[in-house]
């Protein structure tokens, strides 16, 4: 895995959007962002609603 030195998960500040989640989960798994983006969308939009709270609080909780 391509995690960061700390070895656990960081936001990825540097390629950040919103907050730089879908960043830090491609940069810990070595995929690309934008596909992690995309797959996030798509399940957002097709009734995995749960992924916006998800998504606020890995933002908020993470590095």
Same mark, same amino acid.
């Given at each position: 895995?391509?995690?960061? %030195? =700390? =070895? &656990?998960?960081?936001? &990825? $500040?540097?390629? %950040? $959007?919103?907050? =730089?989640?879908?960043? =830090?989960? %491609?940069n810990h798994f070595g995929w690309d962002v934008t596909l992690v983006r995309i797959a996030w969308v798509v399940a957002t939009l097709v009734g995995v609603g749960s992924l916006i709270p998800i998504y606020l609080a890995i933002g908020l909780i993470a590095d």
């Open positions: 895995m391509n995690s960061p %030195a =700390g =070895g &656990g998960f960081r936001l &990825g $500040k540097d390629n %950040a $959007k919103l907050m =730089g989640v879908c960043s =830090g989960i %491609a």
